[in-house]
Structure formats: structure tokens, C-alpha cells
């Protein structure tokens, strides 16, 4: 049942012949919307997206909307943990993905700079290391995460060179140019490898990156 007012995210998880094994209904104060989702070893579902409700626990969101990233039990669906992070104005998680160690990558979008960060599986409060890539422009976007191992790779769209990104092998053109961002997670950090812009001089966006027998 709808306890609060307003639009709210939802999972849903299916068996192998379509039949519903549970639904989690983020329903809090205000309005929701997820944007990425993606699963563990165990079978837990992790999602992200935005925000400008209020879990039971929070006292104050940090801007208009807030990233907020939740974890559900794989089994029944329950909320295991959650958190909601972001800056002073429009925030939102945009990219979620299980790095080679278990914890979680998380890349978001706060005041209009591209952040990306891993938080600890078992307590999502906690980040591990996080980096800010600056400004990435008006219309921009930030795609998917795919780790291999070691390596994690995250697209985008910007009009904007990445700080901090690395070795550019390829520089925006255009009003808006498809990138890819290599970076090596080390743990406790990360170091970004290199960045490539793919585009025309005009406005391009990217559907996303996968990854297949090592490249």
C-alpha cells in the first residue's frame, strides 16, 4: 500500500518462468526515482538513483535531490541497509556495479561534477575512496560501470576534458562527446589509467560500454 505521497521506485524479482518472488516499494517522504541497479555474488540487489524524501533515520537531505544507494536482501526483499549522500543542489546516483572485491561502485552526479566511488558492501555508509571528476557540462550524462578484475571502466557523455582522468587520448570536439574512463581499483583507492572521448563536432551520447573475452 502507498503509506506516503508521490513517485516512488520499485524492484521486483522473477523466478525463471515469470513468477513474482517479492517487490520492494521505496516508499518515503517525498518522490524517488532509481536509475541503476545490479546484484552480488550472493544474489543481493544494489540500486541507486535520487531523491528528495527522507529515510526514518536521516534529519536533513544535503540539496534539493540526493543520490541514495540501497541494498535488498536477496531472499525476501527486505532492505538491508541504505545511504543518501550529495551536495547542495540536484544529485543523482546515475551507475552502480560490484567491484572485483565485493564492495560497491557508485558513480553520481552532484552540482553537475561526475563523482565516482566505492562503498563498503557491508555497511554503505562507509566509502573506501571516492573522486571527483569535475564539471562535466549542460546535457551531460554518466552511463554504465563495468569492472574486469582490477579494472574499472565508466562511460559518459561531456563537454568537459575529466579532472584527474588520466592520460586523454582523445579530446572532446563537439557540444557533447561520448568518453570512457579507465581506472585501476586498488582497494582503499584507485587510480584513474586513461580517458577517451569518442564523437562528432556536433552532440553525441553513449548507450554504454560492455566487456567481452578481456577487452
Do not use: C
Not at 574499472?152 to 575529466?162: D, E, H, K, Q, R
Not at 582503499?188 to 563536432?201: M, Q, R, Y
Request: proline share 0%; charged share 20%; hydrophobic share 35%.
Amino acid at each position: 500500500s502507498n503509506i506516503f505521497s508521490g513517485q516512488d521506485s520499485f524492484v521486483v524479482k522473477y523466478n525463471n518462468v515469470g513468477t513474482q518472488q517479492w517487490m520492494y516499494l521505496n516508499d518515503e517522504f517525498g518522490t524517488d526515482t532509481a536509475t541503476a541497479i545490479t546484484t552480488d555474488a550472493d544474489g543481493n540487489v544494489y540500486v541507486t538513483g535520487k531523491q528528495n524524501s527522507q529515510e526514518l533515520t536521516t534529519l536533513n537531505l544535503s540539496g534539493d535531490d540526493d543520490v541514495f544507494v540501497i541494498k535488498l536482501d536477496a531472499n525476501n526483499g527486505q532492505k538491508i541497509d541504505s545511504v543518501e549522500f550529495g551536495a547542495t543542489d540536484n544529485d543523482f546516483g546515475q551507475g552502480i556495479a560490484v567491484a572485483s572485491d565485493g564492495n560497491i561502485i557508485v558513480a553520481s552526479h552532484e552540482d553537475g561534477h561526475f563523482k565516482l566511488q566505492k562503498l563498503d558492501s557491508n555497511d554503505l555508509s562507509s566509502s573506501l575512496w571516492s573522486y571527483d571528476f569535475g564539471d562535466l557540462g549542460v546535457g551531460s550524462k554518466i552511463g554504465n560501470i563495468v569492472t574486469e578484475g582490477g579494472r574499472i571502466y565508466v562511460t559518459g557523455s561531456s563537454n568537459n576534458s575529466l579532472t584527474g582522468g588520466g592520460s586523454e587520448l582523445a579530446s572532446p570536439i563537439g557540444d557533447l562527446d561520448n568518453f570512457i574512463i579507465a581506472l585501476d581499483d586498488l582497494g582503499n583507492s584507485a587510480s584513474a589509467d586513461w580517458t577517451k572521448f569518442l564523437g562528432t563536432d556536433s552532440t553525441d551520447q553513449n548507450a554504454g560500454v560492455t566487456f567481452s573475452n578481456g577487452k
